[in-house]
T-cell receptor
Framework: NAGVTQTPKFQVLKTGQSMTLQCAQD?????MSWYRQDPGMGLRLIHY???????DQGEVPNGYNVSRSTTEDFPLRLLSAAPSQTSVYFC?????????????FGQGTRLTVV | KNQVEQTPQSLIILEGKNCTLQ??????????LRWYKQDTGRGPVSLTI?????NTKSNGRYTATLDADTKQSSLHITASQLSDSASYIC?????????????FGTGTRLTIIP
């Protein structure tokens, strides 16, 4: 089972460049989300989606865009990379907004903005 | 201040020994509490999910407890193994109206030494 697949695993960007982090899940999960993980802080929600065609902002959405054209894919776009966006990014999915559903995480993308 | 506090920040124990990790939370309203294990360079993997009515839940050598009155949870690891070396993250889910939110602790980094 592939689960949640993120690509790339590592990326270095120059300030001002744009890029898309890919996330795909093969579990037919409705709910997908993006988090960033920074040293000394808990994971913080960037954007989430409760189903195809529906997205919403999380705790730290500035500088990021998302779209959800299919159930399987939930790409995260950095519009103009900044050093403050250096972080590890995790995509997660779960069956739905049900009380005790487990969230499955991808292996992460380590992004460095120089 | 993070609304999910974990102690200790880091812990080193000998292989075969037991240990207990603590999680105190202030977020409300409480929906459930999860413990995740995150190996270095990997995404978090769920260990347990506990609801308001559950006091204890085990998953192999891992036993989680929850006291919803005092808003405290613990994760006890029995007979530790080298593979238990990881960060352990406490996550509290809140649900208000139609909105859900996961609040992550900063984690306890556990190192098992032979």
């Amino acid at each position: 089972n592939a689960g949640v697949t993120q690509t790339p695993k590592f990326q270095v960007l120059k300030t001002g460049q744009s890029m898309t982090l890919q996330c795909a899940q093969d579990m037919n999960h409705e709910y997908m989300s993006w988090y960033r993980q920074d040293p000394g802080m808990g994971l913080r929600l960037i954007h989430y989606s409760v189903g195809a065609g529906i997205t919403d902002q999380g705790e730290v959405p500035n500088g990021y865009n998302v779209s959800r054209s299919t159930t399987e894919d939930f790409p995260l776009r950095l519009l103009s990379a900044a050093p403050s966006q250096t972080s590890v990014y995790f995509c997660a999915s779960s069956y739905g907004a049900v009380l005790n559903t487990e969230a499955f995480f991808g292996q992460g993308t380590r992004l460095t903005v120089v | 201040k993070n609304q999910v506090e974990q102690t200790p920040q880091s812990l080193i124990i000998l292989e075969g020994k037991n240990c207990t990790l603590q999680c105190n939370y202030t977020v409300s309203p409480f929906s459930n509490l999860r413990w995740y294990k995150q190996d270095t360079g990997r995404g978090p993997v769920s260990l347990t999910i506990m609801t308001f009515s559950e006091n204890t839940k085990s998953n192999g050598r891992y036993t989680a407890t929850l006291d919803a009155d005092t808003k405290q949870s613990s994760l006890h690891i029995t007979a530790s193994q080298l593979s238990d070396s990881a960060s352990y993250i406490c996550v509290v889910k809140t649900r208000s109206g139609g909105n859900e939110k996961l609040t992550f602790g900063t984690g306890t980094r556990l190192t098992i030494i032979p």
